[in-house]
């Protein structure tokens, strides 16, 4: 969730100088499979934000939406201990669109877009206990080689079918800058259903990372439930 913590209207040139927004993001891997169907681990992730739109031409269709610049960002799983994981980060994400060559009427450029590719760049710190755990084990990685210094994403829409099925959309999102044996890739897909207001999701995660507790564990997992929008 994300929302906009104030509109100064402070406009420059036409340019809004503070878009500020706050966001909250939450994981929790629930094991329905054990008998008090406990939830293994939650992974706590708010942030604050600046939100810039741009949608300059750089070649043709393809234009450069939005910079994104975040002073922190924090994630921890919120417990104590060994288990202990947090880290913090700041970070400047770029948004390139492909813009759809049919004709949308649509308020937000980004739905017109075909295609959706992002650059997210950070600074990390805050993660010693973690680099800590590695050297107790007698690993001579680092939790950033694990992690990444950055993530590249790339989302494709209406790809597939048409009529009442078309709205549907696929995102991959993987770490860059990262020890190259490490790889991690999450593949989400989303599918409307027609006259509701959710869509079916399928996510798909391979690799390391998935969550701070188990970072350093390979793992595949595969995914499947709702998305709700409001």
């Known amino acids: 969730m994300k929302f906009r913590v104030l509109e100064p209207n402070l406009y420059v040139l036409k340019y809004n100088l503070f878009p500020a927004y706050a ?25 604050f934000f600046l939100d810039y739109s741009v949608n300059a031409v750089i070649i043709g269709r393809f234009k ?9 960002e924090h994630e921890s799983n919120g417990l104590a201990g060994v288990q202990s994981r947090s880290w913090n980060r700041q970070y400047v994400l770029i ?15 980004f739905l017109s877009d075909k295609a959706l590719l992002y650059v997210k760049l ?10 800590a755990y590695l050297q107790s084990i007698g690993s001579n990685d680092t939790f950033l080689d694990y992690m990444g210094r950055g993530e590249l994403g790339l989302s494709v829409r209406n790809f597939l079918w048409g009529g009442s099925l078309r709205d549907h959309q696929l995102d991959i999102k993987t770490p860059v800058f990262r020890d ?32 701070l507790l188990r970072f350093d564990q390979f793992g595949r997992r595969g995914f499947v439930g709702l998305s709700f929008s409001y």
């Not at 450069?64 to 922190?72: A, C, E, F, G, K």
């Not at 948004?95 to 450029?109: A, D, Y």
């Not at 950070?122 to 680099?131: F, L, P, R």
């Open 95 to 109: 948004k390139f669109g492909l813009e759809s060559k049919e004709k949308l009427k649509v308020t937000n450029s």
């Open 23 to 47: 966001a909250y993001t939450q994981k929790s891997l629930w094991n329905v499979g054990q008998q008090s169907g406990p939830f293994e681990e939650s992974n706590y992730n708010p942030e």
């Open 180 to 211: 190259k044996r490490k790889n991690s890739y999450e593949f989400e897909f989303r599918q409307q259903l027609p006259n509701m207001n959710f869509a079916l999701y399928l996510q798909y995660w391979y690799g390391y990372g998935e969550t």
């Open 64 to 72: 450069l939406r939005t910079i994104v610049i975040s002073p922190i």
């Open 122 to 131: 950070w600074q990390a710190s805050g993660y010693s206990d973690q680099d």
